[in-house]
């Protein structure tokens, strides 16, 4: 049993696949609604709606793209119509590209900025003005170990996910007073589409700087989200807690 009631809800940017999958299902099982958005993966956001309703709560799934104000903003409208207002909500939805910084346009820089970073703001900004009302609420945002330590070939994404730990540590500092924090969770390998591609080289030099030797699990990743999106975690704020077998880089 956890301490969700079965009516709140939760919203998940970024649901359809990887962490946020994961998440969308282990909140789920916690007793919320949840209300994720998809980028073009219908078929995928249908099964994953079947999947959480299947579990007893309500789920509802929208089309958006998270560096779109607009879209974000009719994402969230359309999740608060159909599941009422926000009590949690986790921004999953990121994307990599990946160059050395000399060879690097200008469109991948600013794509994963757009999306990883403005993202957040979108999301982020969208939801808070009712939970400012309701004086409580709970936001995670998803970051990166690159964001803490820096990666090479990808100043891109390290910029992004490390301006998500300065976006939320001062969100968590606007906001507390209102009840409301703010928390960001640093994941280091986890297999997901994200690191499918990587090589089998790059693979196995990860797992030598991993004390645990192994790759983490999205479910793995879900379990922290659920913990500091619940009541458990009601004097966590501005933390950003590293999920990562231990990776020193
Ligand atoms: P994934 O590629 O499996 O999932 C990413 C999700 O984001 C997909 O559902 C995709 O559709 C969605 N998305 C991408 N661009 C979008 C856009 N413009 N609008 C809406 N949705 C969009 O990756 P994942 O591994 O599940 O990654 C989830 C989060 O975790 C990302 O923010 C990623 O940077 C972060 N992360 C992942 C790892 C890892 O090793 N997998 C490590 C650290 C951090």
């Not at 919203?11 to 299902?25: D, K, M, Q």
């Not at 007793?31 to 959480?52: D, P, R, T």
């Not at 790059?202 to 999106?229: F, H, N, T, W």
């Amino acid at each position: 049993m956890t301490d969700n009631s079965a009516t709140k809800v939760a919203l998940i940017s970024g649901g359809s696949r990887g962490i946020g999958r994961a998440t969308a299902l282990r909140l789920a099982r916690d007793g919320f609604h949840v209300g994720f958005c998809y980028q073009s993966n219908e078929q995928a956001a249908k099964e994953l709606a079947q999947e959480i309703a299947e579990l007893g709560v309500k789920a509802q799934a929208v089309r958006a793209d998270v560096s779109d104000g607009d879209s974000v903003r009719r994402f969230v409208a359309e999740t608060e119509n159909e599941l009422g207002p926000i009590d949690v909500a986790v921004t999953s939805a990121g994307i990599t590209k990946d160059n050395a910084l000399l060879m690097m346009p200008d469109a991948d820089w600013h794509q994963v900025i757009d999306v990883n970073l403005s993202g957040v703001f979108n999301v982020c900004r969208s939801v808070i003005f009712e939970m400012m009302k309701r004086k409580s609420g709970s936001i995670v945002n998803i970051s990166s170990v690159a964001g803490v330590y820096g990666n090479a070939t990808q100043t891109n994404y390290a910029a992004s996910k490390a301006g998500i730990i300065g976006f939320s540590r001062s969100l968590a500092k606007e906001v507390g007073r209102y009840g409301i924090r703010a928390n960001v969770v640093a994941p280091g390998f986890i297999e997901t589409d994200m690191t499918a591609d990587l090589s089998e080289k790059v693979k196995k030099q990860a797992m030598q700087s991993i004390p645990l030797r192994r790759l983490g699990r999205a479910e793995e990743v879900a379990d922290l989200v659920s913990y500091l999106s619940s009541d458990r975690a009601s004097y966590i704020t501005g933390a950003v807690l590293q999920i990562d077998g231990g990776i020193i880089i």
